[in-house]
């Protein structure tokens, strides 16, 4: 009810701005000049193709980033003095964005999908990487402890106290790598791309197109509420709550 | 009667977390345990017992002197060696049923085997519908019933238990040292159990090894023979054999920590 009265209110304000500026087209195109857009591509097909495109980039890339990323984290995690080591190097990586480090990437493969996928898979790895560490880190030794006395070997280790008490973690890094990384597509393929969404708005900006421009902007934010809200979210609740590690 | 533990001149330093100077926990500790005994062990606070406890589990390497079980020379955690640790250190993750059948999946014992041991164990500690709860769900003292049970169900030769019952209020930590009473009697277990109340260990000990304070050095044996049955605390006041080792240990710890004041 709350959400049907906003998108309403929303829809009053933008389509009132638009309707008192100068050439709206423009600058400010009413609600109805978007969806219109999105009715035109959506007719010539480049909509669903863009969209999907940019979705397989997303998901193929933050899962690889995501496989990579939670055994690395774990292996660090596992010798405290190794872990010390990369604990810095981890934070350091995890806060230079895929942005930052998208110049050196096209010096050296160049505007291209390979550019684009290295840069998505950059920013989920870290995220996921620096948070599972910390994760593994923070489980008290007496869990440990007790599972080796109980004559557990290495691997089982991993297996039954490691990675479930950096679980939390981990739920927590993904959500974090999948939404940087769906940021990083989105910046990818307008800095370096030939289709997708980040492609639709930088190329409706040449074309001034402002409507097409804002329609990727809200098809951006529509997905990732989605996706966060039905999928990232209850998984991360799930785990954490049904623990008890956080008391709520 | 066999020997299950025994410890031959035990020393070990260590130099302290904060400051590095190095600490004299243990000096020179000879102690045997025998098959089926329950032996306690109190000192006042720093003589060492917490460093006798994580030798003889196995995750404090030492050096000088000898500890073995069944003849076998202690190097690193093993399953023949269970630990029942200070703090609650049964798996979050992992329900009751899972934590207590943990080591028996350790072993790779068959899934349909582990269940029927667990529910054994989960009786006798008396758990039963609590077998899905998560360890979040439970009280204090159930928790360490759980990690008692944990540690039982895998089935060691010796059962150490490092002040298991200090984190729980009074009134529960009397009903778990009749209940560990009464465990010790239906399993015949061999336990070492490291307590710094007198009265505990007067309470569930065949023997109790008093130590001396820091350097921890074994000051004396008090023999305490009550028969299991009777070890009931509303019964404990009138009971002479009680009072007398419960007075002699006082006497014994007392004077250490005297020293350990005057130091």
């Not at chain 1, 309707?19 to 959506?42: K, T």
């Not at chain 1, 964005?97 to 989920?124: E, Q, R």
């Not at chain 1, 329609?215 to 509420?225: A, C, E, K, N, R």
């Not at chain 2, 130590?211 to 023999?223: C, E, H, M, Q, T």
């Amino acid at each position: 009810m709350n959400l049907v009265i906003l998108v309403i209110a929303v829809y009053i304000i933008w389509s009132v701005i638009s309707a008192l500026i100068d050439n709206p087209a423009r600058y400010l195109p009413s609600p109805i000049a978007v969806a219109m857009s999105s009715v035109d591509m959506l007719y010539k097909g480049l909509l669903p193709s863009y969209f999907g495109d940019t979705l397989v980039r997303l998901i193929f890339g933050s899962a690889i980033g995501l496989i990579l990323g939670i055994p690395f984290g774990l292996l660090l995690g596992i010798n405290r003095t190794v872990a010390d080591m990369f604990h810095p190097i981890m934070n350091f990586f995890q806060s230079v964005s895929g942005i930052a480090i998208f110049p050196i990437i096209v010096v050296w493969w160049g505007n291209s999908d390979k550019t684009i996928f290295a840069v998505i898979l950059y920013t989920a790895f870290f995220p996921i990487a620096f948070n599972v560490l910390s994760g593994v880190r923070e489980i008290p030794i007496r869990y440990i402890s007790a599972a080796r006395t109980l004559g557990a070997s290495r691997y089982q280790i991993i297996k039954d106290v490691l990675f479930p008490g950096a679980m939390p973690h981990i739920a927590t890094g993904s959500r974090l790598s999948i939404g940087f990384a769906w940021r990083a597509v989105i910046a990818g393929e307008m800095l370096a791309g030939r289709q997708g969404l980040g492609w639709m708005i930088f190329t409706g900006q040449d074309a001034d197109n402002t409507a097409e421009v804002i329609l990727g902007m809200v098809m951006i934010g529509v997905t990732w509420i989605i996706l966060d809200h039905y999928l990232l979210r209850p998984m991360e609740a799930d785990t954490i709550e049904r623990w008890g590690l956080v008391q709520r | 009667m066999t020997a299950k533990l025994v410890v031959e001149g035990l020393s070990h330093h260590y130099p302290d977390e904060y400051t590095g100077i190095d600490v004299h926990a243990l000096d020179d500790i000879s102690l045997e345990v025998e098959e089926g005994e329950l032996v306690s062990v109190v000192g006042p606070s720093g003589c060492g017992k917490s460093t006798l406890l994580n030798i003889l589990a196995g995750l404090l390497p030492y050096r000088v002197g000898t500890a073995t079980v069944d003849g076998i020379r202690i190097e690193g955690p093993g399953p023949d060696r269970g630990v029942v640790f200070q703090e609650h250190a049964i798996l979050p993750w992992r329900t009751v049923n899972k934590n207590i059948g943990h080591g028996l999946e350790i072993k790779r014992m068959p899934r349909d085997q582990i269940a029927k041991r667990v529910q054994e164990f989960v009786n006798l500690v008396g758990l039963a519908g609590f077998e899905d709860k998560y360890p979040h769900e439970l009280s204090g003292g159930m928790k360490q019933r759980c990690a008692v049970a944990r540690t039982l169900c895998a089935d060691p030769v010796i059962m150490l238990m490092d002040e298991p019952f200090a984190a729980v209020d009074a009134q529960t930590r009397i009903t778990l040292q009749e209940e560990l009473n009464r465990i010790a009697m239906a399993t015949k277990k061999t336990i070492l159990f490291i307590t710094h109340s007198v009265d505990e260990a007067a309470f569930l000990a065949d023997r109790c090894f008093v130590f001396s304070a820091r350097p921890g050095r074994l000051k004396a044996i008090v023999d305490i023979n009550i028969p299991r049955g009777d070890r009931i605390w509303s019964d404990m006041n009138a009971n002479a054999d009680f009072l007398a080792a419960r007075d002699e240990i006082l006497k014994l710890v007392r004077e250490e920590v005297s020293v350990a004041t005057e130091e």
